[in-house]
T-cell receptor, first 113, second 113 residues
């Protein structure tokens, strides 16, 4: 079946460093790729998303890149801050249904001051 | 806050009992979803509904049931047939026909006692 692989499962960086999280997907029909940030016990919150007709998207310190040929996409956080510490999930749409998402297993990011 | 409300936040159930989790949205979204989250796992899709009076099984539907009698509401029943129901349950909604994110409720933590 369709799946999304996410790496690494844990990531520890020093404040000010960059963090990169990578995901691969299997469903060729996926056309929407969101990234969610989840703090402990809270709901996932969308931080950035990208659609299949775009290769890269930036929003301040956050960027996402997409390689459709290789079926992988990545989240880049620059100048990390302690408040960036959380679990980050990538997801891929199941075909054209943008809310019907297949999630990766998450990356726990720790930013050390 | 987000326009999608889950209740209750915490729920305790005795083994052998059915329990219903509430999800209500005022975002006028056609599509609604239920996900289950376990520690160290991503979000797994239980059921989804793209339109009133219609719903589809997700990846882990066994032991669960849903209804979609109103656009605003998508309750999830965890039945006694679900062997390992203790988890964090998240409801989400999205517009269909393309272009918006999935919004999540704040979640219900279900514990079997």
């Amino acid at each position: 079946g369709e799946n999304v692989e996410q790496h690494p499962s844990t990531l520890s960086v020093q404040e000010g460093d960059s963090a990169v999280i990578k995901c691969t997907y299997s469903d060729s029909a996926s056309n929407y790729f969101p990234w969610y940030k989840q703090e402990l016990g809270k709901r996932p919150q969308l931080i950035i998303d990208i659609r299949s007709n775009v290769g890269e998207k930036k929003d301040q310190r956050i960027a996402v890149t997409l390689n459709k040929t290789a079926k992988h996409f990545s989240l880049h956080i620059t100048e990390t801050q302690p408040e960036d510490s959380a679990v980050y999930f990538c997801a891929a749409s199941r075909g054209g249904s943008q809310g019907n998402l297949i999630f990766g297993k998450g990356t726990k990011l720790s930013v050390k001051p | 806050d987000g326009g999608i409300t889950q209740s209750p936040k915490y729920l305790f159930r005795k083994e052998g009992q059915n329990v219903t989790l509430s999800c209500e949205q005022n975002l006028n979204h056609d599509a609604m979803y239920w996900y289950r989250q376990d520690p160290g796992q991503g979000l797994r899709l239980i059921y989804y509904s793209q339109i009133v009076n219609d719903f589809q099984k997700g990846d882990i539907a066994e032991g669960y049931s849903v209804s979609r009698e109103k656009k605003e509401s998508f309750p999830l029943t965890v039945t006694s047939a679900q062997k390992n129901p203790t988890a964090f349950y998240l409801c989400a909604s999205s517009a269909t026909g393309g272009g918006t994110e999935a919004f999540f409720g704040q979640g219900t933590r279900l514990t079997v006692v």
